[in-house]
């Protein structure tokens, strides 16, 4: 129902930027709450930034001051601004979408995200 398709990954030397993009396929993009998920080798994923159906954003701690979630619903599109970026970011990006909530949701308290991206790799090098 829902194809995420990200680009903007690439190897950056440390204290560069990067600007990822998600583009969106299906109905209702302004309806959903987009967010982005990172995974370096060995960890976890981790969500990195969520952004709601109003705009309002909800950040990792380690990413607050330098990253920044946008979204245009024009061109269904997803955005994430990566400002003074660390060999700590390496990791692959994935652009996710949560498309069952309501204009009221609390974005802080959504987990689950139904249709998700296959990844763009950012490297960050020393």
């Known amino acids: 129902q829902v194809n995420l398709v990200e680009s903007g990954g690439g190897s950056v030397q440390a204290g560069g930027s990067l600007r990822l993009s998600c583009t969106a396929s299906?109905?209702?993009?302004?309806?959903?709450?987009m967010a982005w998920f990172r995974q370096a080798p060995g960890k976890e994923r981790e969500s990195v930034a969520k952004?709601?159906?109003?705009?309002?954003?909800v950040y990792e701690d380690s990413v607050k001051g330098r990253f920044t979630i946008s979204r245009d619903n024009a061109k269904k599109a997803t955005f994430l601004q990566m400002n003074n970026l660390t060999p700590d970011d390496t990791a692959v990006y994935y652009c996710?979408?949560?498309?069952?909530?309501?204009?009221?949701?609390?974005?802080?308290?959504?987990?689950?995200?139904?249709?998700w991206g296959q990844g763009t790799q950012v490297t960050v090098f020393s």
């Open positions: 996710a979408a949560n498309v069952n909530t309501i204009v009221s949701t609390d974005i802080k308290t959504v987990g689950r995200f139904d249709y």
């Open positions: 299906g109905p209702s993009f302004n309806r959903y709450v």
């Open positions: 952004i709601g159906r109003t705009g309002s954003t």
